[in-house]
């Protein structure tokens, strides 16, 4: 089955500065990648995602970059702020045998960004 | 509108009770999905539902879980004779698709510590 690795488990950066999370995964035919925010006490929510015809994708702060080569997906986040501190997950999903589309998970990178 | 709500939040039970976790999906969300997260680890996929039916049920660790789904809306996941190593926050996401890469919608989870 799928295998997803997450790197680093844990980053602290100041204020204002980036933050990338990476994450590589083993099946080639994976073909949509989530990043999922998580806050203590809370579910995982979404913050972007992409697919596997994208190689890059923007949403204000927040970048993804994809390299279906490598096997390979970065969250990239620019002008830290400290509501931004929580766990983040990556994701890899493919469409299984049995017909789901389940979300194989990485570990998980819990961010501190220090005011 | 509302999100995915499950309950109870929290459960505290003891070794070899059975115990019944419940989701309300999304209204109108076709598929469902049940995970696991044990602390300081990722979502480990359980169980998924494309309407009343388990296509998917490979991620269930052992036959003293089950899951089922009535009228295409609430499900109930229900453990079994609980051990310890069940402690978890067991999490249900819908999506309104069954078929193709929709975004998984999380509930807030529910916390089980079995004594």
């Known amino acids: 089955g799928e295998n997803v690795e997450q790197h680093p488990s844990t980053l602290s950066v100041q204020e204002g500065d980036s933050a990338v999370i990476k994450c590589t995964y083993s099946?080639?035919?994976?073909?949509?990648f989530p990043w999922y925010k998580q806050e203590l006490g809370k579910g995982p929510q979404l913050i972007i995602d992409?697919?596997?015809?994208?190689g890059e994708k923007k949403d204000q702060r927040i970048a993804v970059t994809l390299n279906k080569t490598a096997k390979h997906f970065s969250l990239h986040i620019t002008e830290t702020q400290p509501e931004d501190s929580a766990v983040y997950f990556c994701?890899?999903?493919?469409?299984?045998?049995?017909?789901?589309?389940?979300?194989?998970f990485g570990k998980g990178t819990k961010l501190s960004v220090i005011p | 509108g509302a999100g995915v709500s499950q309950s109870p939040s929290n459960k505290v039970t003891e070794k070899g009770k059975d115990v019944e976790l419940r989701c309300d999906p999304i209204?109108?969300?076709?598929?469902l999905y049940w995970y696991r997260q044990s602390l300081g680890q990722g979502l480990e996929f359980l169980i998924y539902?494309?309407?009343?039916?388990?296509?998917?049920k490979s991620g269930l660790p052992s036959d003293r879980f089950s899951a089922e789904r009535t009228g295409g809306s609430v499900s109930t996941l229900t453990i079994q004779r609980t051990q310890q190593e069940d402690s978890a926050v067991y999490l249900c996401?819908?999506?309104?698709?069954?078929?193709?890469?929709?975004?998984?919608?999380f509930g807030p989870g529910t916390r089980l510590t079995v004594t």
């Open positions: 996401a819908s999506s309104l698709e069954a078929r193709g890469h929709y975004e998984q919608y």
């Open positions: 099946d080639s035919a994976s073909n949509y």
């Open positions: 992409i697919r596997s015809n994208v």
């Open positions: 994701a890899a999903s493919i469409h299984s045998g049995a017909g789901s589309y389940q979300l194989t």
């Open positions: 209204s109108g969300h076709t598929a």
């Open positions: 539902f494309q309407g009343n039916s388990a296509p998917d």
